[in-house]
């Protein structure tokens, strides 16, 4: 009989999947997605550019037209080095790969989940490194203490962090670049939102590397990210990217969608907008303490022991944002909820209201 213990590493078998809820039937407030669809003009111009993809054959494995629209869209000099992948999270997981065994990876805590459970998968040391209770800032102290006790080979600092949606203090992580003995990822995937970037700082910090997705910005879909770096770092890298690992509908949709940054630029002000109405609603809310953000999503916190009963009444009246209660520690008592269109974000703040009422 086959026996997976002994199949499997026991780094893997004590992993749990990433789990992602059904949306159908729910306004869809949980994933910090863009709501925004195009206009029309503009998807019957999209369509007309990939009716003849050649589909047949193998995609450009450098994405060269792509990466080039990239750096024409974020200002990325050609003195750096640039690297695709399916989306950030296979960023996160060749960075991780590319480390010596038994390597220490540091992160704040509560951070992207990604950052651990690739790390657990690896048979690497993760050190989350709690934030401060009141504001969700950086505990420097701590994390320079970690990096001396534990010299990690890599850092992530999601800048602005996920799930707290705050920036942390450029002159913190300054300090945490400069005592790291390795590399520093910067992780900017909700940069459209913040107004603030850490690119041009890159000449700087040899071992600082930012990263971004195009998922929040309105293109979820496509899964692409992509990392921005020093050439001799990139290189390295690049030669653990699995072929082809860009598909041609991907390099020819974000390469037209790029090329249109006036549609997501009024988006992603609708957007600001939103965030900014939603946060004012939820500090009026009595028991409600909303944190701010500057991504598209904000978190809150529920009377104490109600986040479940809350975020179970919520989903009932049809709208579906994340639950964090269950991660315990300085999640406990919170949900977050992602800015959605107007009519959205008034359901959700409706149906929040009803379930205090409930409670």
Same mark, same amino acid.
Request: proline share 7%; charged share 15%.
């Given at each position: 009989?086959?026996?997976?213990?002994?199949?499997?590493?026991?780094?893997?078998?004590?992993?749990?999947?990433?789990?992602?809820?059904?949306?159908?039937?729910?306004?869809?407030?949980?994933?910090?997605?863009?709501?925004?669809?195009?206009?029309?003009?503009?998807?019957?111009?999209?369509?007309?550019?990939?009716?003849?993809?050649?589909?047949?054959?193998?995609?450009?494995?450098?994405?060269?037209?792509?990466?080039?629209?990239?750096?024409?869209?974020?200002?990325?000099?050609?003195? #750096?080095?640039?690297?695709?992948?399916?989306?950030?999270?296979?960023? $996160?997981?060749?960075?991780?790969?590319?480390?010596?065994?038994?390597?220490?990876?540091?992160?704040?805590?509560?951070? #992207?989940?990604?950052?651990?459970?690739?790390?657990?998968?690896?048979?690497?040391?993760?050190?989350?490194?709690?934030?401060?209770?009141?504001?969700?800032?950086?505990?420097?102290?701590?994390?320079?203490?970690?990096?001396?006790?534990?010299?990690?080979?890599?850092?992530?600092?999601?800048?602005?962090?996920?799930?707290?949606?705050?920036? #942390?203090?450029?002159?913190?992580?300054?300090?945490?670049?400069?005592?790291?003995?390795?590399?520093?990822?910067?992780?900017?995937?909700?940069?459209?939102?913040?107004?603030?970037? #850490?690119?041009?700082?890159?000449?700087?910090?040899?071992?600082?590397?930012?990263?971004?997705?195009?998922?929040?910005?309105?293109?979820?879909?496509?899964?692409?990210?992509?990392?921005?770096?020093?050439?001799?770092?990139?290189?390295?890298?690049?030669?653990?990217?699995?072929?082809?690992?860009?598909?041609?509908?991907?390099?020819?949709?974000?390469?037209?969608?790029?090329?249109?940054?006036?549609?997501?630029?009024?988006?992603?002000?609708? $957007?600001?907008?939103?965030?900014?109405?939603?946060?004012?609603?939820?500090?009026?809310?009595?028991? $409600?303490?909303?944190?701010?953000?500057?991504?598209?999503?904000?978190?809150?916190?529920?009377?104490?022991?109600?986040?479940?009963?809350?975020?179970?009444?919520?989903?009932?009246?049809?709208?579906?944002?994340?639950?964090?209660?269950?991660?315990?520690?300085?999640?406990?008592?919170?949900?977050?909820?992602?800015?959605?269109?107007?009519?959205?974000?008034?359901?959700?703040?409706?149906?929040?209201?009803?379930?205090?009422?409930?409670?």
């Amino acid at each position: 009989m086959l026996s997976l213990t002994q199949l499997f590493r026991p780094e893997v078998l004590a992993l749990s999947a990433y789990h992602v809820p059904d949306p159908q039937g729910f306004i869809k407030l949980d994933a910090m997605e863009n709501p925004y669809s195009w206009p029309e003009e503009l998807k019957k111009q999209w369509l007309d550019t990939l009716k003849d993809c050649p589909i047949n054959r193998y995609p450009d494995p450098e994405a060269r037209q792509l990466a080039e629209t990239i750096r024409q869209h974020d200002q990325i000099n050609n003195h #750096f080095g640039l690297l695709l992948g399916n989306g950030s999270d296979e960023l $996160i997981q060749m960075l991780l790969m590319a480390l010596r065994p038994n390597a220490h990876v540091v992160a704040p805590a509560p951070g #992207f989940v990604m950052y651990k459970q690739i790390s657990d998968s690896l048979g690497l040391h993760y050190h989350g490194i709690p934030l401060t209770a009141n504001d969700f800032s950086l505990d420097l102290s701590a994390i320079l203490a970690a990096i001396t006790q534990h010299k990690p080979a890599l850092i992530f600092i999601a800048y602005p962090n996920n799930p707290t949606g705050n920036l #942390f203090d450029p002159a913190a992580i300054i300090a945490i670049i400069k005592a790291a003995p390795g590399l520093v990822i910067i992780d900017e995937a909700y940069a459209p939102f913040a107004n603030t970037s #850490f690119l041009e700082r890159l000449g700087d910090y040899p071992q600082l590397l930012v990263m971004r997705t195009v998922s929040k910005l309105g293109l979820a879909g496509l899964r692409l990210g992509y990392l921005v770096g020093q050439p001799d770092l990139i290189s390295e890298l690049n030669k653990i990217r699995l072929p082809y690992n860009t598909n041609s509908l991907t390099q020819l949709t974000a390469n037209f969608a790029l090329r249109h940054k006036t549609v997501f630029d009024q988006q992603t002000e609708a $957007i600001c907008a939103e965030r900014s109405h939603v946060f004012a609603e939820l500090q009026n809310l009595d028991g $409600i303490t909303a944190y701010p953000s500057a991504a598209n999503f904000i978190l809150f916190k529920t009377p104490e022991g109600l986040a479940n009963a809350v975020f179970d009444s919520i989903k009932r009246q049809g709208v579906l944002i994340k639950n964090l209660n269950p991660q315990g520690g300085l999640l406990a008592d919170c949900l977050r909820v992602t800015i959605g269109k107007p009519e959205e974000n008034h359901a959700f703040l409706l149906a929040l209201a009803q379930a205090l009422l409930s409670h």
